[in-house]
């Protein structure tokens, strides 16, 4: 999730992009950096490993906005990792930034994050590999100009990182076609001859591949791909000030955006990031334990639940969201349609509010019966 | 005449190697060390070639409060340098600061305690400049690392940032001008001659500017006599890597106390080369996998790493965020504890918990044999000698004469502090059981003064350890255990508890996941507020506070307990009683809100996810509860719902089940606005019993409904005949082969009843069918033939003994 909220930029065809890639949003960033870059940079890099971990931690005094929030230490652990020879896995609960990280990464490494596979049940080699152009395909034969570059030969060829994201979503036999390039740096392509036959990675190349805690098991990688990646845990932010600022600032722009003058209350907001870190922690400020939801409780959500709020309160009754929007709007995220969950959720704010004081949480507690079912 | 400060961190082998150089440079007259000046007497013990890591334990008791405070110092604390090179270069070494008893010390445990941790703001500030995860990555990356030119200045520099404006507490002031008296007058004995002063670094600031310019000489400070009527001491107690550590420990001060004993030994190369191995052979004396090619992956990273954060060697948080990637080859479920601090969080991936320990390491100190020994050996010795329990021999003792309980407590807590030779053959064993007596057995065991020096680091007297053993033991205790260690403090005569050990009771209950446990832990200790005058916990107030949060606890796992179909946990019902008794005996003194577990019974009742048993238990405890405050005009009950034959609610008035109305009557007076709230699902009483009972009817599922019924409300029942009506109705209406499948848990529901109270089901029984005579007979089976009874075991026992021979039946 982004801090800082740079303005659009790079109009093409005189309609503005909705999201611009990490290197286009922040172009100026990296230009200072590469400028005043005296580190020495691993083989193929855009910038050194300090500039790269300087671009994401940020450096107020070079004019670097801080761009993810975590620990620094894993960001240093990630860059290391890519400099090494195993690739980078980035797991975590959905929501906790892991492909912002992955195309910051990416951004700072090769200065490109756009080389970027997105895995799924669909997804076949082809789109990782390579495939063809058919029509130049039956005309000349297999050659250079026939044929189709997906992201991973493209970034062993440039010597690029390529991203993979949600690995895990992709079928086993999908996910073992990165065996080879991930450990011998060779990718073959049988239907050509000669020395086109064999891309050879380029140094700068390197995989950052994300995956979801809540896909566990449903395409659990082999060994041998896992052998192949560092891991990394993304964590949710751990600072509730943090949270809780960045959830303003987020559903503040998307309120705006939505034409909603009046600001999130904040005394609301506190109690959402609350009720969002307890359920996702499985912990209450008292210390008592819980069962955790099953449903995903990241900041992302509380920054959709939060504009939900705001949304509700603004377009029925004209002000900022209360306590009771925030009921109607937490059964459909933290429930969905788990009942379990949704037990779980009513027996929080029966049992979990009453011993807080705040206006706030009592209206909370009040607004308890309008949870559905 | 010159005074050299050196503010330091406690237990940071660059500040001590910083305080070795100066004082070998300087040859100060006077060595100011923060510490006890208590113990300023006695310096020569610390000096006496120990076994480190050893440690200053000083206790403290009066009317008001209890307290015990460890300072300890290992190889390379700069307190304990400055000691053993303050005393070799010839100086006269001397502790300045307020002894631990000081109300400015009274909440710390760990004198030497990072002071900065009580103003993290500032360092939180640090952090995020720096870019590092928390204040020891960053103290390694400023100061541990690096080569040591221009260290004093990085460090004076740090800590007047860290101290710059910050408020501190009316504690810190107090010490620091008590410090300052000592500075000020060892500068004005020396002369000449330089003086070296070392402290907190955090206290460095204030000191130059309390002593800054003050000439005169005023005369060495007293040390603080004791309060009146006030008991303390200080003295050399052994100490461990393991308490030392702050991944493992309370507000101890480094983490990793094996790594930085590598580096005060052997530099940052070798410490972390250490660090490797310790790790790798731990995981693989554990069969946990740690292949080479992994090693070379995490020595690559480590160095990359060091690289990154520019660092010459590789530093502790280097190696550690290298090993683990290298390691690591899944999701985890907690953080990484290095990048958090505190201690190990459960979850923690094993692998990771290994490394932890890895540069934990598992050093204990050992005392120099011409040592003092601890007060708690002459303590032990004489209340033994007193009691005459010396020796070997068999004792009973009466706990009902105040000598037997004396003597009792005595041997409990040597019992509690594992002191060997002190056996209980026989006794109480919880507070619920009439034993009066305990036989002991007793035996001069060889290790019984080992294990007194080692229990010596609890308290100066029995009595004051084996609080804080309990104290210890609470802290990490689950459910099951809190209850025995509640009972031994019973036994062991600690009726009071301190502030932090009732925070830790309530933790535990907090985190309790298993009801049935949390119920019998509520029960025990239920049983032990109100009635324990033997023990004299009666009323005792720690075991109130346990009560309320236990009561609080099972409430909120009462409605987290799901499926439908799942068998009936006598456990489980048992802990709807005890929530009952507590609302009944205890509700009102503890100042419980009757409502609140009054409508989680209602919701858990009414939930058709939850399991049977649970159901008809909370129903039950609706029933009872709105039976004892019914007025027969507003329950709400039609007319027909008052049986003729039977009271009607109204009689209960006043008591719960089986509660004893005399106890706390009209406890649960004021749930009768509840049962107006709860709607016209809830219709009170007998009608609504009546209507439970026909909804709970489905085969499988009644005898489980009804045993929670029944452990909860079985008075009720008994006077409600038309719900017996109704379950006859049901019972006769079954098929055969529906009845055999409720058959086994009508029998268990049935049990709750004590077999008078059964003879009163069976004789309404027959009296319906229009049979006369009492029930009885009903009850009791007719005579069955002995002969066959007898041919029907020796078959049993044939087929049984075929069974095994042929290894079908274990």
């Known amino acids: 999730m982004s801090v800082a909220n740079p303005a659009n ?5 005189g309609a503005t992009v909705q999201r611009p890639p990490a290197e286009v949003r922040y172009a100026d960033e990296l230009a200072r950096l590469r400028d005043t870059d005296t580190g020495e940079r691993p083989p193929g890099w855009a910038l050194s490993l300090t500039a790269a971990r300087r671009f994401i931690v940020g450096d107020p005094s070079a004019g670097v906005s801080r761009k993810f929030v975590g620990d620094p230490s894993l960001i240093d652990r990630a860059l290391v990792s890519l400099a090494t020879s195993r690739g980078l ?16 990464l990416a951004a700072a490494v090769s200065g490109d994050s756009t080389l970027t596979v997105q895995g799924g049940a669909a997804t076949t080699e082809d789109q990782i590999k390579y495939s ?31 991203r993979f994201e949600e690995i895990t979503r992709c079928p086993l036999e999908v996910q073992d076609c990165m065996l080879s390039p991930l450990s011998d740096r060779v990718l073959a392509i049988p239907e050509l001859t000669g020395p086109d036959a ?158 807080r004081g705040g206006a706030q949480w009592k209206a909370l507690h009040a607004a308890r019966h309008q949870l559905p079912g | 005449m010159t005074t050299t400060f050196i503010g330091v961190r406690h237990h940071s082998p660059a500040c001590a190697r910083l305080v070795a150089d100066t004082i070998r440079a300087l040859r100060p007259a006077h060595v100011l060390v923060e510490g006890p000046a208590d113990m300023n007497d006695r310096v020569g013990e610390l000096l006496l070639g120990h076994d480190l890591p050893v440690a200053v334990f000083s206790s403290y008791r009066d009317d008001d409060r209890q307290s015990g405070s460890w300072a300890p110092f290992c190889a390379y604390s700069p307190e304990w340098v400055a000691l053993q090179e303050g005393h070799r270069a010839g100086a006269r070494v001397r502790f300045i600061d307020l002894p631990s008893w000081d109300p400015a010390l009274a909440e710390r445990q760990n004198r030497y305690a990072d002071a900065e941790q009580r103003y993290a703001e500032v360092v939180d500030r640090l952090c995020a400049t720096f870019a590092v995860d928390n204040v020891d990555a960053l103290w390694d990356h400023l100061f541990e690392i690096p080569p040591a030119d221009g260290l004093a200045e990085r460090l004076a520099a740090y800590f007047d940032l860290l101290r710059g404006e910050t408020p501190v507490s009316d504690g810190d002031t107090g010490r620091e001008a008590y410090m300052a008296r000592w500075i000020r007058a060892a500068a004005a004995d020396a002369g000449e001659r330089p003086v070296v002063v070392v402290t907190g670094g955090f206290h460095r600031p204030a000191l130059i500017r309390l002593t800054a310019g003050a000439a005169e000489d005023v005369g060495w400070p007293d040390v603080p006599a004791l309060p009146e009527g006030a008991v303390g001491g200080s003295y050399l107690v052994p100490y461990s890597f393991r308490r030392l550590d702050a991944f493992d420990g309370y507000q101890s001060g480094m983490p990793s106390p094996e790594y930085y004993q590598q580096l005060w030994e052997n530099g940052p190369r070798h410490a972390a080369d250490q660090l490797v191995t310790a790790v790798v052979g731990r995981l693989r004396d554990r069969k946990q996998q ?62 990771v918990v290994e490394m932890v320990a890895a540069l934990s390491g598992s050093r204990v100190g050992r005392l120099h044999p011409s040592t003092p020994l601890p007060p708690l050996v002459h303590d032990a010795d004489a209340d033994l000698e007193r009691e005459g329990l010396n020796g070997d021999r068999t004792v009973t003792l009466a706990l009902t004469t105040d000598d037997g309980l004396r003597r009792s407590r005595l041997l409990h807590r ?51 350890a084996a609080a804080a053993a309990l104290a210890e033991r609470i802290r990490d205790a689950d459910v099951a255990a809190l209850a025995d260690a509640l009972f031994d403090a019973a036994l062991c005569g600690t009726v009071r508890l301190s502030g932090q050990v009732l925070r830790d009771l309530d933790a535990a209950v907090g985190g309790a996941a298993d009801l049935g446990a949390l119920g019998r832990l509520l029960a025990v200790v239920l049983t032990l507020w109100r009635h324990d005058r033997l023990l004299g916990t009666a009323g005792s107030e720690p075991l109130g506070a346990v009560i309320t949060a236990a009561q609080r606890r099972a409430l909120w796992l009462a409605e987290g307990v799901r499926g439908a179909t799942i068998p009936a946990e006598p456990a489980r019902i048992d802990a709807v009683v005890a929530v009952r008794d507590t609302m009944v005996h205890a509700g009102r003194r503890l100042g419980l809100d009757p409502l609140i577990p009054l409508e989680v019974m209602r919701r858990v009742a009414a939930d058709v996810d939850a399991p049977p048993d649970l159901r008809g238990a909370a129903f039950g405890f609706a029933w009872a509860a709105d039976a004892a405050t019914a007025d027969p005009e507003t329950t709400g009950s039609p007319p027909d719902a008052v049986d003729a034959g039977g009271a009607g609610p109204a009689d209960e008035a006043g008591g719960i089940g089986n509660a004893d109305p005399a106890d706390d009557p009209g406890v649960v007076g004021g749930v009768e606005a ?57 019972v006769s209406g079954m098929g055969e082969a529906e009845f055999l499948i409720a058959l086994p848990a009508l029998r268990q529901a049935f049990t709750y009843f004590p077999p008078r109270e059964r003879e009163t089901v069976a004789g309404h029984l027959l009296a319906r069918r229009g049979i006369g005579g009492p029930g009885r007979a009903l009850l009791r089976p007719p005579a069955v033939d002995p002969v066959l009874i007898a041919a029907a075991k020796e078959l049993e026992a044939r087929v049984d003994a075929v069974l095994i021979r042929e290894g079908l039946l274990a």
């Open chain 1, 89 to 104: 896995m980035l797991v975590g609960e959905p929501g906790t930034a892991k492909s912002l990280l992955s195309e910051l």
């Open chain 2, 290 to 351: 740690a292949s080479t090619s992994d090693l070379i992956a995490a020595s690559a990273s480590a160095a990359g790493l060091a690289l990154v954060r520019g660092h010459q060697h590789p530093g502790r948080t280097d190696i550690l965020d290298g090993l683990a990637g290298a390691l690591v080859h899944d999701a985890l479920d907690e953080p990484l504890p290095w990048a958090t601090r505190g201690r190990l969080r459960a979850g923690t991936h094993p692998v």
């Open chain 2, 414 to 464: 040597l019992r509690v502090l594992r002191i060997p030779g002190f056996t209980r053959r026989h006794g109480p064993r919880t507070g619920v059981d009439p034993v009066l007596d305990e036989h002991w057995d007793i035996t001069d065991h060889e290790h019984r003064l080992v294990a007194l020096i080692e229990a010596g680091a609890y308290g100066a007297t029995l009595e004051e």
């Open chain 1, 9 to 13: 930029e790079a109009p093409q065809d």
């Open chain 1, 132 to 162: 063809w152009n058919y029509a130049l395909l039956v005309a000349e034969g297999p050659n250079q100009r026939s044929l189709v570059r997906a992201p991973l030969l493209r970034g062993m060829a440039e010597g690029k990182v390529v």
């Open chain 1, 198 to 355: 064999m891309v050879f990675a380029r140094d700068g190349f390197n995989v950052i591949a994300t995956a979801n805690t809540r896909d566990r098991g449903v395409n659990e990688m082999s060994a041998a791909l896992k052998r192949r990646f560092n891991f990394e845990t993304v964590f949710p932010i751990a600072d509730f000030d943090t949270e809780l600022a960045l959830v303003e600032a987020e559903a503040g722009a998307l309120l705006r955006r939505s034409g909603v003058t009046a600001a999130p209350r904040r005394d609301v907001l506190e109690v959402l990031v609350t009720t969002f870190r307890e359920l996702r922690t499985g912990q209450s400020a008292r210390g008592d334990t819980m069962e955790r939801l099953s449903a995903v409780m990241s900041t992302a959500e509380a920054v959709s639940v939060a504009h939900a709020v705001g949304l509700r309160g603004w377009f029925l009754r004209r002000e900022a969201g209360t306590a009771e929007d925030l009921v109607s709007c937490l059964a459909g995220t933290a429930a969905k349609d788990n009942s379990d969950d949704l037990a779980k959720l009513r027996r929080y704010l029966e049992q979990q509010l009453t011993w």
């Open chain 2, 674 to 730: 509840a049962g107006g709230a709860g709607g016209v699902d809830h219709a009170g009483g007998v009608h609504g019993a009546v209507r439970a009972v026909r909804g709970a009817a489905a085969p499988a599922t009644v005898g489980d409904w009804l045993a929670g019924l029944f452990a909860v409300a079985r008075e009720e029942v008994l006077h409600a005949p038309r719900v017996l009506d109704v379950l006859d109705d049901l």
